[in-house]
């Protein structure tokens, strides 16, 4: 049986990967997303849908898994991702821009897969970077 950190590792090493059907096998069948907006999407294909919106904004999109922490069947996993968006993002038309920003994922593990999907993003500084969103100067300092 595989331990939930290292679940949580290959979640992650599968998106950079593109593999679907790996994630789908991972998935619990009464797996949710809850996305980086809150909302909570239910099932294991709502969860691969979230995954592969991702993918298809930033297709040269990659994850570095900055850390793995695991305590009994919930995992936190500290991501830094990377990307160019050049498909469309929550509505946002592909802006061709490089983007770079922190990710963490809290991952509820049930009969030894993942059965509940927390996306945490530091949007932010993915929509700065995108140009959409604009810092007041007294930020940026």
């Avoid at 599968?14 to 009464?30: I, K, Q, S, T």
């Avoid at 919106?53 to 040269?60: I, V």
């Avoid at 999907?117 to 932010?124: A, E, I, P, Q, V």
Wanted: charge should be negative; charged fraction near 25%.
């Amino acid at each position: 049986m595989t331990d939930t950190a290292t679940l949580a590792r290959e979640f992650g090493e599968a998106w950079n990967r593109r593999d679907w059907d790996h994630w789908r096998a991972v998935l619990h069948p009464e797996a949710y997303y809850v996305s980086p907006d809150g909302q909570r999407h239910e099932g294991p294909e709502a969860a691969l849908a979230g995954g592969q919106l991702w993918a298809e904004a930033m297709p040269d999109g990659h994850v570095e898994i900055q850390g793995v922490y695991a305590s009994g069947d919930t995992v936190t996993m500290e991501q830094f991702a990377r990307g160019t968006h050049t498909g469309e993002l929550m509505g946002i038309p592909p802006t061709n821009r490089q983007a770079a920003f922190p990710v963490c994922h809290v991952l509820e593990v049930r009969d030894g897969k993942i059965s509940a999907w927390r996306f945490y993003g530091d949007l932010l500084t993915l929509l700065t970077q995108l140009g959409v969103v604009q810092l007041p100067e007294e930020a940026r300092r």
